[in-house]
């Protein structure tokens, strides 16, 4: 029986579902955005606020603690893990970074107006160790940017990469203040975007002015969401205005 079970789960060519593992994860915050991530803390003892080393497909970032260390049952084949503490010449050396992503940043604007391309660029990010740099834009569509790159690489003498990021994603990695007056949902406590649509105006009987309805995105508030499900209630038991 073993052997027909073997070869049935062999011939349906379905993967076998990962075991679950019994892991010590930690909610860390990278410095470029608000979203938090989990990771393996191994046999680390780490506290909210320690400063770390992950490992990233990009590579090795630093990162904050946000979360006490939790004994958890994790379901993915791979969960990415925390490297060490940072060390104080981690902090040194981010601190490094950061300067030199100011740098790289007004450079690569530079080149992107000189060569008037159609594009936003966002952020500027070195990899702890400083193999690589990242260069995180938005547009509308897709870019050739192998000459941009061109002009890029002999600046900077290391690896160059190019990330193409939404609208949304950009506002959330610069931060800012929304017409209501408090710091950017998405950049402050907004951990996933929910679709918004023009209708949600409608529904809460707001002008349909883009520049009313818009976030610093350009695109509907997300804060459109919060009450919708309210309005959408009201609006079938409520008396229609004028009545």
Request: aromatic share 6%; proline share 5%.
């Amino acid at each position: 029986m073993t052997s027909s079970t073997t070869s049935k789960s062999r011939s349906s060519g379905r993967r076998p579902q990962p075991r679950p593992r019994l892991l010590n994860i930690v909610t860390v915050r990278f410095r470029t955005n608000f979203i938090k991530h989990d990771f393996d803390a191994r046999t680390l003892q780490l506290r909210k606020g320690d400063e770390v080393i992950v490992e990233t497909s990009r590579g090795p970032v630093i990162a904050r603690v946000e979360s006490h260390i939790q004994r958890r049952l994790v379901q993915e084949d791979h969960i990415p893990r925390v490297i060490r503490r940072a060390t104080a010449d981690d902090l040194e050396q981010a601190t490094r970074n950061e300067e030199r992503e100011e740098g790289a940043y007004r450079f690569a604007l530079e080149r992107i107006r000189s060569r008037r391309l159609p594009m936003k660029l966002v952020r500027t990010q070195y990899v702890h160790d400083g193999s690589k740099i990242v260069f995180y834009f938005s547009a509308d569509g897709r870019i050739d940017f192998r000459d941009l790159v061109k002009d890029l690489a002999p600046r900077f003498r290391t690896r160059i990469e190019m990330h193409q990021i939404g609208v949304r994603d950009g506002s959330r990695m610069l931060g800012g203040i929304g017409p209501c007056g408090r710091e950017l949902c998405c950049s402050t406590f907004l951990e996933t975007f929910a679709p918004v649509s023009i209708r949600m105006a409608k529904d809460q009987g707001l002008t349909l002015n883009p520049k009313k309805v818009s976030g610093m995105c350009g695109r509907l508030m997300c804060c459109l969401v919060y009450e919708q499900h309210v309005y959408k209630r009201m609006r079938r038991r409520l008396p229609r205005p004028g009545t």
